[in-house]
């Protein structure tokens, strides 16, 4: 059996209109069928004529309009009690509490009844019997002064009219040319700024409460920034109506703010989605396995791909922000170039295979080791890669090759693509730049070559390219080989590279940037 | 040292899945948690074997729970690996902070389910 819910005081107008209005319907036909009866008796009118009806008609239309205008009149005090009533009792409703303020409750008397209903009410829940506080002694109100001196708290009071009449030694609180005080704040946190919720709370609110967190102080101030947390508190007609109880938090809040970058910003809201889609492409791959048609092997490989590239894009772009502000680090240690390509290679001869591309790798596995930063150097080789890709065409082959040569090893990505014109090379690694023709035919950003270059630079490594239009192009970057530079990073005295040998057991590290 | 429990402390319910999920199918014990409170609450009541840390979290950041569990000497979860797994780039201070506080730093974006995995393995060893 369903429990019959609570009767709610906000239902009881709803009910008693209805049924005043019912009351009023059945008077008026009532009524109407009187006047019928007297005009047939009386031989005035009999029912064979229109005019009878017309008039009946008539009188029950105008007197029903009539009425149900005068019932709603007669019922609003009534309305507002209920509602008033409704509201302290905490029942939850679209409509807003009456307020006692407007005229026509001041003029019909309902406003003494809602002020009783609402002083009530705060009586009641607060304990207090009177919006009046207690005089304070002179000496009481140094004290506070001196304790709350010391703390890195502050208060601010407001009278009824909005003046701030107290404001403690370390409250944002400025004074105007006019002599004014006013809040030195910008209430740029949370939902609303602190002068709606005043005008909120003066609309139709006894007492209120509110906290905003995170309140910076008006740019415009000439003080030092500050950020505080806010607690308000409002009591209607109470001398001191609004308290704003003020807590210092910059100590805690701008070491987080300097994280308010906006590139790292974005680039926390692009690596999200790329993190599911990667990790489900990744779970496809695994799941899927034997039960793919080689067609659907191959889009499900250019989804990979494309999700691959996103995430260099991504890294691009934070490493050259990072690089362009000098923040950019990167910790070496010893490494086979063999293996840094070994955990890029699966991607990257998807990324040619899937553009129809041949890569073929020449790495031997006896090479001395390099000093390198192995993250940073398989962006290097994706960046050029993607390069030899772009700049040549379906069926070409890219080749990747490492060498001894001196103290260096150097490595190629060589491609037979279209090749570049003399002028347009030694433009190559800077920032930003297309050439012409490359503007026209591929699309690009320009900071995949930059970026690189300072990545290898870096290292204490050389890139360069040689191309020849038709024929394709070959870019060499150079690492140096680790024993010539052991002792340095050993000693830490490689200026740049503080603590770059990571000697902690079982440390783990991909980031790509602040490397070091 | 083995590693069968494992908690997640992570506000994106999409990433938090996929990681839930494989480490499930993996046979892992694993609790998830979505909150900095929360996942504060949670690695300070149950000793976890591994606690995969997000930075950018509600109420409290993973570099403040890192901190709370782990501050100088001080050391609530001496038996717990933690590997901090964000997308968001921290300014070089906090990330040092959190590197030496950590058993790994890695960004999600370049971490799959199955590199999870082997990085497990890897620190189990």
Redesign the interface.
């Known amino acids: 059996m369903a429990v019959k819910p609570k009767p709610q005081i906000k239902d009881f107008y709803k009910h008693h209109y209805r049924v005043s209005l019912a009351v009023v319907i059945v008077f008026q036909f009532i009524s109407v069928c009187v006047l019928a009866g007297a005009l047939v008796t009386a031989e005035i009118l009999n029912h064979m004529e229109p005019l009878f009806w017309l008039l009946l008609i008539l009188a029950l239309v105008t007197g029903l309009l009539v009425n149900i205008i005068a019932l709603g009149v007669i019922i609003e005090p009534m309305r507002a009690i209920a509602a008033a009533l409704s509201y302290v009792a905490g029942e939850k409703s679209a409509d807003r509490p009456p307020n006692p303020n407007t005229g026509r409750y001041a003029k019909d008397g309902t406003k003494n009844m809602l002020d009783l209903i609402y002083a009530l009410t705060y009586e009641h829940d607060t304990g207090h019997t009177s919006a009046k506080i207690a005089p304070i002694d002179q000496p009481t109100i140094l004290d506070l002064d001196n304790a709350l001196a010391q703390t890195s708290s502050s208060v601010v009071i407001f009278n009824p009219k909005g003046d701030i009449t107290y404001a403690s030694a370390h409250a944002p609180v400025r004074t105007s040319p006019k002599g004014v005080k006013q809040l030195d704040l910008m209430f740029d946190s949370g939902d609303i700024t602190f002068e709606y919720w005043l005008k909120d709370c003066a609309k139709d609110k006894i007492d209120n409460q509110k906290v905003w967190v995170r309140v910076h102080t008006d740019p415009n101030s000439t003080g030092e920034p500050r950020i505080y947390d806010i607690a308000a508190s409002y009591s209607r007609g109470s001398e001191t109506e609004v308290v704003l109880v003020i807590q210092d938090r910059t100590d805690q809040y701008l070491?987080?703010e300097?994280?308010l970058?906006f590139i790292?910003?974005a680039?926390?809201e692009l690596?999200?989605p790329?993190?599911?889609i990667?990790?489900?492409?990744?779970?496809f791959d695994?799941e899927l396995e034997g039960k793919l048609t080689d067609e659907q092997k191959t889009l499900l490989g250019r989804l990979v791909v494309s999700a691959n590239r996103l995430?260099t894009y991504?890294n691009n772009i934070?490493n050259v922000s990072?690089y362009d502000k000098k923040?950019y680090?990167i910790t070496l240690s010893e490494q086979r170039v063999f293996d840094i390509y070994d955990s890029v290679a699966h991607d990257m001869e998807m990324r040619a295979a899937t553009l129809g591309r041949l890569l073929t790798v020449d790495i031997p596995h006896d090479l001395p080791t390099v000093a390198a930063d192995p993250n940073s150097i398989t962006e290097v080789l994706a960046n050029l890669v993607d390069n030899a890709i772009k700049y040549s065409s379906e069926g070409g082959i890219i080749t990747i090759k490492a060498t001894l040569a001196g103290d260096f090893i150097e490595i190629s990505v060589i491609d037979n693509g279209i090749g570049m014109p003399d002028s347009v090379v030694h433009n190559l690694f800077h920032k930003f730049y297309r050439s012409h023709r490359s503007r026209e035919q591929v699309a690009g950003s320009g900071i995949g070559l930059y970026i690189s270059k300072a990545i290898v630079e870096s290292h204490g490594g050389t890139i360069s390219v040689h191309s020849s239009e038709d024929k394709g192009s070959t870019f060499t970057f150079s690492l140096p080989i680790y024993k010539t530079v052991e002792q340095k990073l050993v000693s830490g005295d490689n200026g740049n590279n503080k603590g770059v040998i990571n000697t902690k057991q079982?440390?783990?590290?991909?980031?790509?940037?602040?490397r070091g | 040292m083995a590693i069968k429990t494992i908690l997640c402390i992570e506000d994106d319910r999409l990433i938090g899945e996929m990681y839930v999920r494989s480490l499930r199918k993996a046979g892992y014990d694993v609790d998830w948690m979505i909150s900095g409170n929360d996942g504060l609450v949670a690695a300070r009541n149950k000793p976890y074997d591994l606690i995969l840390l997000d930075v950018m979290l509600p109420e409290r950041k993973g570099s403040d729970i890192l901190k709370t569990l782990r501050s100088g000497n001080h050391d609530m979860i001496p038996n717990s690996k933690v590997l901090v797994l964000t997308n968001f780039e921290q300014d070089e201070e906090s990330r040092m902070a959190m590197e030496h506080r950590a058993d790994g730093y890695l960004i999600k974006a370049d971490i799959t389910p199955r590199k999870l995995l082997g990085i497990i393995e890897q620190l189990a060893k």
Not at chain 1, 278 to 283: A, I, K, Q, T
Not at chain 1, 506 to 514: A, E, F, L, R, T
């Open positions: 070491p987080d300097k994280d970058d790292a910003f680039a926390h690596r999200g790329i993190t599911v990667r990790g489900y492409l990744d779970v695994e995430s991504v934070l990072r923040h680090q079982n440390w783990i590290s991909n980031h790509n940037m602040y």
